[in-house]
Structures are given as structure tokens and as C-alpha cells.
């Protein structure tokens, strides 16, 4: 049995070891410093980073990294050892507060979306005391923020903390005029549910698509896929659950919360849950498990898909973002409470929300935009790129009868009385689940359900905090100068709510109506990627981040142009991997079972006319001209690369090419290659089918 507490945290630098590891003045010379935000003197710094390295080398580490976040989507790290040279050609391990504060890595290989000049290819990374030190494997790992030499980000961390910031101040201003003075810090919160793949090693290994791209290009539906419904919540098979006991355990020692583990809806597919923690923590916890997920499996011998849609015609893996926001008091700010009518302070910060959701709709649908992600969104089982909101039926009639004025009691908790004596009356949340909403109130938190498996949870929240700061600062602005706050703020929500009501949706999100309706509330339908990037630069969007400081206009438009360029690398590198796949793997493959198959029509016929070979040759004729048609294909799409170049600076221009033409010819193509998979002989398939793959874990 694992001892869960003993090696909780146990790589982590955390209050516990520094207590332990620190002297009293320099532990509380520290604290201050994170609290205030005020810089770290020098000699309090040198001495945190000679107990941080002491406590890593104890530890076993040699190296040091500042460990951040560019915009590429990955974690980045570049080691240096403790090693120092000293007198007599003999070495010291040592670490400055210099080098614990900041780094200088070369960023001219992190994308900057042509902030960093390329003949200036320094950057910095800056200590975020907030997020502790962590040990892996032989290294100490500092958590960091990455800028450009001129100072603009170039990072997903900072905006987030900048974000944090600003709904911080403002909630707590909130807070204020409800007399709530014992408050001096509101956090957001986060809990981050991951879902994943694993499956086979060795046939991943087989699969060019998976390797390159982290999906399958190709591949026609097994004859069994979820339509019976039985892994959702089954029983878990051995190898992935001795799987998830290691990378509980790893996760544990970084002391990473991880709590529930269960299958989920597709074959091979899971999930794991942690419990909530303050957004930035949360977003590097998320960070480090997808990075353990990838190496446990790999010594699983299984391969962790993180991909939003890694087989067609099956669920795909998003990420749903439970958010709160909780003041230092311990306090949630979404809890509605027994009687949420009553409830100003809630209604308030529910306002907030609903008002900052309804206009800053392409900021979320944005937030979670990527080529990966473009085939979940508006699928049947993601909800659609439409963003509205579900509130449950309870808190949607407590929010008419305010803007009808009328009267209404909340139901609070009902009873489901189970109907056997021995089973006990269970209490009912009257925020049923709906699983097609994006943006979902679950009884004390909103379930920002439009995420991909495999994005950095940074982006989506650094908006999420900025747009209700900003929501929150112009109702605080508004109710500060009122004699009777109460009365002003329940004026304030009815009007908020009467003006945003037309965000809130009830019903089926991914029936059609909704689509119908949605527009002709005037909502936006972003549904690619490259049509959400495109609002990013919008003036109100600008002003949005400007008037916060959470992004300058130059820090956006780099950020647009990072993320356009990623979609076009990706759908360009799928799109050549495709082709090779096509033109040297699966067209010798048909052709050659279709030379077996007139061989065979040729060798019966000469053991006696008789004999019947129409069933060959009706095949033969079928994959003969699929063939074809697939080889046209092929030329297709290699012809509209090259166009593709054509765009030159115009990113948003190729991108929207790349959506529009290129990735319908990959489906084409691969539509092509799937029939003619059905009818060849499995053993001419260069790859494992899907079959093999979603039920290759036992
Ligand atoms: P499900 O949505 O699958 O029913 P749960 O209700 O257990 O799951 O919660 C899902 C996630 O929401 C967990 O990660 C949990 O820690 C997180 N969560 C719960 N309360 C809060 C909160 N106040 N702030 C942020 N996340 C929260
Ligand atoms: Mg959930």
C-alpha cells in the first residue's frame, strides 16, 4: 500500500519543506515577498536557492531548469548543472539567486509571432514564486515566466498571473460593498478534467499518422466501436490500472491532487480528475500530467493519446474547466447558497459572468480554437462552436422571475427518494447535468466544457479572469458611490440580466434547432479555427486586454499570429503525411491485392472456364476504380500545397485556405482509402485497423 500522505508533495518545494529547509528570518522575508509582490532582496534570494539546491541535490538532482511555457503548447526546459568550478581543478555544486530568478534562454527557436526581432534573440525567464519548485528525475525544476528582451510576453504564464491580478482586485472591491472586509485576496480556482487514450506500443509504433501527427489519417470504423455503451465507467483493465497507480503516485509526489480515475465514454479511452486548486497552480499541475502521462504509458508499453479527435467516427478527448472563484477566507463566490433570490452578493458575481460570457463570446470560442480541436466543436459529442450558457433549471426561473419582477422561491436542494427502505433519501442538485452546454453552472462552479484534451488551460483562463475583472470593475465603479448599494446592485442585476439573458440556453446544444435559434439571437457561430483567430484583434477585444493590462495590442496581434501559424504547420504537416502514407504504404498495398485478385480470376479460369470468378472480378472492378480515383486524389492535394505559399504574409488568408480547401481534399482522400480498406484482405493493410488499435489494451 502506498503511504498517500508521506509521499504527498515529496518533490515539491513547498511551505512544509521551506519551513523545514529556511531560517525564520529568511522564510519570512520570502513570504512577504510573494504576498506583497514586492521583489526578493538579494541575500534572501541566494539563501532560498542554496536550501532549494541542497533539499534537489539530497534528492538526487545535478541539473537546474527554469521549466515555462511558450506558445508552442509544450512545456519548455533547458538544464544547467549545479556544477561550478573551483580552486584546484576541483568542482562545487552551487545555485544563485540570480540563477533562480532569472533565466536567459536563446528564445529564437520559441515562436514570437514577430515580436523578437531574430538578430535579438534574447529572452528572459523570470521565478514565479507561487508556483513551487518541483524535482524530476535529476533536475530542479523552477517554474517560470518567458519574455522578450523588450520585455513584451511571449509566454502563456504571465498573462494568466496578470489575469489573476485583476480579478482579484476587483472582486475583492466587490466584496467591500457588501461590508466584507475580512477578505483581502480572491483567487480563481481550477479543476481540470483530462481525458485521454492509451493504447498499444507497438501498433502505435506502426501507425505513421499517430507518430507524426497524433491521430490517425486513415482508418475505416471497427464492426464494434461505443454503441454499446459498456466502457463508460467499466471495470478497468489491468494494465491501465497499474498505469494510473504509477502516474497517481508520480503525480502524488509532485503533489498534484490527482483523485478520480475512470474510463470513459470510447473504448481505450480515460480520464483523470484533480481537485481544484488556484488557477496558475493548476495550469502547470495539468502541464506536468500530460508530460507523466506520456512517459508512464510509454514505460506501460502503451502510447497516451492527448489528441482532441484521434479516431474518426469515435469520441474524441476535450477538457472540461471547472472554474470558481474563492477568497481568502475560504469562501466560494459561485455558491448560490439556500436561498440564491435573496442572495445579492452571488447574483452580483453571477451577473458578472453572465454579462462577460454573452460579450466576449469569440474570446472563449478563441480560447479553445485548434486544428485539433475544429473536429470535436459542433460535433455530436463536444458541445457546438456556438458559446451559451446553462444555468439548470432552478437558477434559469431565478433569473426570469428578476427580470419579470415576479416572485420566486428557490427549490434549493430536492430530495430523489430511491423507493427501497435500506437505500437512503439521496439529495438532489437542482443543476442537472446538461452535457451540451459549453458553458455550464454546476451548483457552485461554471464547467467550461469547449476544451481540447490537449490544450495549455492558461488561455481560456486568463480570459475567463479578465473579462469578468473587467465586468466586475464597471459594476464596482457603478455601486461605489451609492448610499443604498443593496438596492443599486439588485437594479444593476436585473438590468444585466434583462440585457444578456440571450446567452442562456437550456436545451439540447447539439440539436439543430439550437443552431436556428442561436443566430437569430444574434450569437456567434465561429466554427474553424481560423475564423474565431480572426476576432482576436477586434477593437473591443483589444480594448478589452489593454484597459486590463493583461495584453498590449503587439502582445495580441503576435499571439493571433502564433496560433495561425500553428494551425497552418499542422494541417500542412498532416496533409504530407497523408500523401506519404497514400503514395508508399497504402496504393502499393490495394495494388497489389488487386494483382492477386486478377491472378486468382486468371488461375481459376485455367483450371476450367467453368468455374465462376465473377465475385473476384466484381471486386476487382470496385477497388480498380477506387483506386484510381484515390490516386487522382492524391495528385489533388499535392497540387494545392504549393498554392498554399502563395498567401506569403497574409497568415490569416493561408489559414483560412488550409481550412476551406486543403483539409476537404484530406477528408476526401481519406474517405477514398477508408472504403477501400473495407473490402481489402487484411493482410495487405500496411496498418492496424481500428479495431486493433481501440481494443489493443488488455
Ligand atoms: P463531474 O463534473 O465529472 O461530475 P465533479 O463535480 O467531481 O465532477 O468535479 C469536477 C472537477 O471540478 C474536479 O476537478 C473538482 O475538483 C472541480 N471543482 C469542484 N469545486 C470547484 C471549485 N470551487 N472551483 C474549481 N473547481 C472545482
Ligand atoms: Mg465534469
Known sequence: MTDVPGIFAENVFNEQTMRKKLDE??????????????????????????????????????????????????????????????????????FSGKELIKGEPDASSFPSGGIRATFEARGYTAWDPTSYAFVKGNTLCIPTAFMAYTGDVLDKKTPLLRSMDRINHEAVRILRLFGREDVTRVDATVGPEQEYFLIDRRLFDRRKDLKYTGRTLFGARPPKGQQMDDHYFGAIKDRVADFMAELDEELWKLGVYAKTEHNEVAPAQHELAPVFTTVNIAADHNQLTMELMKRIAQKHHMACLLHEKPFKGVNGSGKHNNWSLSSNTGENLLKPGKKPEENTQFLLFLAAVIKGVDEYQDLLRLSVATAGNDHRLGGDEAPPAIISMFLGDDLEAVVDAIVKKEDYESQGKVMIETGAESLPAIRKDTTDRNRTSPF???????????????????????????????????????????????????????????????????????????????????????????????????????????????????????????????????????????????????????????????????????????????????????????????????????????????????????????????????????????????????????????????????
Open 25 to 94: 528570518h529568511t522564510y519570512t522575508a520570502f513570504r512577504e515577498a510573494i504576498e506583497t509582490g514586492n521583489p526578493l532582496d538579494v541575500a534572501v534570494a541566494n539563501t532560498v536557492a542554496d536550501a532549494m539546491k541542497d533539499w534537489a541535490i539530497e534528492k538526487g538532482c545535478t541539473h537546474y531548469t527554469h521549466w515555462f511555457q511558450p506558445m508552442t503548447g509544450v512545456t519548455a526546459e533547458k538544464h544547467d548543472s549545479f556544477l561550478t568550478p573551483a580552486q584546484s581543478g576541483k568542482v562545487i555544486m552551487e
Open 440 to 698: 455550464a453552472f454546476t451548483g457552485n462552479k461554471f464547467e467550461f466544457r469547449s476544451l481540447g484534451s490537449s490544450l495549455n488551460i492558461s488561455c481560456p483562463n486568463m480570459i475567463l479572469n479578465t473579462i469578468v475583472a473587467d465586468e466586475l470593475k464597471s459594476f464596482a465603479d457603478e455601486l461605489e458611490s451609492k448610499k443604498n448599494v443593496e438596492a443599486a446592485a439588485r437594479r444593476l442585476i436585473r438590468k444585466t440580466f434583462k440585457e444578456h439573458k440571450r446567452i442562456i440556453f437550456n436545451g439540447d446544444g447539439y440539436a439543430d434547432e439550437w443552431e436556428a435559434e442561436a443566430q437569430k439571437r444574434k450569437l456567434l457561430n465561429l466554427r474553424s479555427t481560423p475564423e474565431a483567430l480572426a476576432t482576436y484583434t477586434d477593437e473591443k477585444n483589444v480594448a478589452l486586454f489593454e484597459r486590463n493590462h493583461v495584453l498590449t495590442k503587439k502582445e495580441i496581434e503576435a499571439r493571433q499570429e502564433i496560433l495561425l501559424e500553428n494551425y497552418i504547420k499542422i494541417i500542412n504537416l498532416e496533409a504530407l503525411t497523408m500523401l506519404d502514407m497514400a503514395k508508399k504504404d497504402i496504393f502499393p498495398a490495394v495494388s497489389k491485392y488487386t494483382a492477386a485478385l486478377a491472378s486468382a480470376v486468371t488461375s481459376k479460369k485455367a483450371v476450367s472456364p467453368a468455374v465462376r470468378t465473377d465475385a473476384e472480378e466484381k471486386l476487382l472492378e470496385k477497388l480498380s476504380s477506387l483506386l484510381c480515383a484515390f490516386s487522382d486524389k492524391i495528385d489533388e492535394l499535392e497540387g494545392e500545397l504549393p498554392e498554399a505559399k502563395e498567401y506569403k504574409d497574409d497568415v490569416l488568408g493561408s489559414a483560412r485556405f488550409y481550412c476551406d480547401t486543403v483539409f476537404d481534399t484530406m477528408e476526401e482522400l481519406r474517405a477514398i482509402s477508408d472504403e477501400m480498406e473495407m473490402s481489402t484482405d487484411a493482410k495487405f493493410w500496411p496498418y492496424p485497423s481500428y479495431g486493433e488499435l481501440l481494443f489493443s489494451v488488455h
